[in-house]
């Protein structure tokens, strides 16, 4: 096995350290996530906290880890009696990003439990991590299936693994961490909310911290159990400080001041439903307890805050996480507690309370992602190049879709193969029977029980006539944005409704758990803006510092395109492409502009890729590029009005294929 690194041992990270160790004190505020770029120990504290963690009583035997003291009554191993039971240290489980369903949950025997009613049940990860740490290492790039299912057990408390009438059900409480790194996108909000706190997490730039770091990185990879040991004090004296304030945390007193101060700060920063406020009160409580203190302070109160509220301050993908802390002591100061005790308590770095470290905590403050831009001067020696304007007010889009059926990702814009999503057919299953169709089972089976021998009741079921079904669902797609930065689109009220209209197809695709991509056009060459990512707040922060002018390149951002979607089809074949034209239509610059560019557009037209030109033409004189261009594409057309779903003039429509 393993020896894993000392969690002492890590350098810095004090906020993450800290509501790492909170969560051990009082599971009940409800997990982590730890957000912040690669190679900043993330997941590194998350396993050494495992070995912090005081053991676990158990039922001698039982898969589903019940308490002796209090069985679950309804247990799959029970019925259990009460009394004395074993112990076992605590689990820390890791969900794969790519785990399936039944890894998850579980898997249930179909084949036994139709043809002998026997409820054979292999637990799955829910099972092993309750009562324990439940780890997701990048969750934001878990499946959406399974963040389902994730949702349901955190706020139920239990799993469920229902087949055809056929249900098992067992307790499920464990403590959810779970790390990502923004730059490859961001959490469902359901998801979000879930995690009672989380942590921005970045790496030092002293470097004298970061030699340390490094120094104790090669001495663990030489001796891992030798450096292991030299922590080993250190390991213990943290071990007995959580038993200490786990066994203070019931006698902890969270008087009205400081429940008034949580409730004004909540309703301060506009905070959603009633959970925030749950969360600070179970998290103050926590730090009070960690700190040696009977009594909730105003410090202990912003503290939970700086780590409570950043994630459910958020209004849509585009804002940063953070809080003002002008305002949060504004907050703090103005509703002060009357019943504080005076007695600060120990001190010393992640004691609970006071100022958190200066190099750590939230960052960015309480500001919106989208910087500010230029008024759109010229800029010197531009050659007619405009600086950036802001863009206008985001809308709801229209849904584009790809027309037809694909079997890529799932997601929620175009019709998909899915393993989750309304019943289509039945087929022999390719592997693991995983969704059973009952009636073309039983119709399979029917015809051979006089040959199989069949006297009882019971259906003779063989593993040939099991039935596997098919399912319709829905995908998310690679929406690549090709836009028009040239000079012809440079209008400043045209330019900033533009960029408002990709903005409003960014949120829709954040929506539609899509990857998107950015190519732009102007002067003589076009630019891979952002290569496909999973994060569109990424492709906002570029779309709003796009300067415009010059020519109009249009065949130089078609072929782009063209090449940024071949590399990505053998990145991810099964992923279909949905292509977004932001133009006018006009094509200028280089010989024969205009034939260069329905050369180019008929290459996506071969290659069978649905598209749709977004028409920013205006003025009294409508010369209808764009329709022509949607033509050679064989893709369709559609003004920047018809694109609000609310717009009386536009129809709801996908994206069709017309003949070339």
Partial sequence: MTTPFP?????????????????????????????????????????????????????????FSCDPAAPDPACPDGPHEAGAGGERPARMVELPVGASEDRLVGALDIERALAEGVKAFEPGLLADAHRGILYVDEVNLLHDHLVDLLLDAAAMGASYVEREGVSVRHAARFLLVGTMNPEEGELRPQLLDRFGLTVEVAASREPDQRVEVVRRRLAYDDDPAGFAARWADEEAAVRARIVAARELLPSVRLGDGALRQIAATCAAFEVDGMRADIVMARTATALAAWA????????????????????????????????????????????????????????????????????????????????????????????????????????????????????????????????????????????????????????????????????????????????????????????????????????????????????????????????????????????????????????????????????????????KAHDVLRVERLRDPARRALVVVVTDGRATGGPEPVALAGRAARLFAADGVASVVVDCESGPVRLGLAGQLAGELAGTAVTLDELRADSIAGLVKDVQRRAA
């Avoid at 969690?7 to 599971?27: C, E, H, I, K, Y």
């Avoid at 912040?36 to 898969?63: D, F, M, Q």
């Fill in 7 to 63: 969690f002492t041992a890590v350098v810095g990270q004090d906020d993450l350290r800290l509501a790492l160790l909170l969560n051990a004190v009082s599971p009940a505020v409800g997990g982590v996530l730890v957000r912040g770029e690669k190679g900043t120990a993330k997941s590194t504290a998350v396993r050494a906290l495992s070995a912090l963690l005081p053991e676990v009583a158990v039922v001698p035997g039982c898969r």
């Fill in 292 to 559: 040696g203190r009977t009594d909730v302070l105003a410090e202990d109160v912003r503290q939970a805050a700086l780590l409570a509220l950043p994630h459910r301050r958020r209004r849509n993908p585009f804002d940063a996480p953070g809080l003002d802390e002008d305002k949060l002591d504004e907050t703090l100061e103005e509703f002060g507690s009357d019943d504080e005790d005076p007695d600060p308590g120990p001190d010393g770095p992640g004691d609970g309370g006071g100022e958190p470290a200066p190099d750590s905590g939230p960052q960015g403050g309480d500001t919106a992602a989208r910087p500010e831009s230029g008024e759109g001067e010229q800029l010197p020696g531009g050659g007619g190049e405009q600086s950036a304007v802001r863009a206008g007010e985001p809308f709801r889009a229209k849904v584009l879709s790809v027309p037809g059926i694909g079997e890529g990702a799932a997601g929620r814009r175009s019709r998909a193969r899915t393993e989750h999503g309304r019943t289509t057919g039945a087929r022999r299953p390719q592997g693991a029977l995983t969704k059973l169709h009952l009636a073309a089972t039983v119709q399979a089976a029917a015809p051979h029980q006089r040959a199989r021998g069949r006297t009882g009741p019971g259906l003779v079921v063989r593993r040939d006539d099991l039935r596997q079904a098919t399912r319709e669902g829905r995908e998310g797609n690679l929406v690549l944005f090709v836009v028009d930065a040239s000079g012809s689109m440079a209008a400043r009220q045209r330019m900033s409704a533009v960029k408002g209209a990709v903005l409003s197809l960014l949120l829709d695709a954040y929506q539609r758990r899509d990857k998107v991509g950015l190519v732009t056009f102007r002067g003589s060459a076009a630019d891979v803006a952002l290569p496909p990512t999973s994060s569109v707040d990424a492709a906002a922060a570029r779309l709003e510092s796009l300067p415009t002018g010059g020519r109009t390149p249009l065949a130089a951002g078609l072929l």
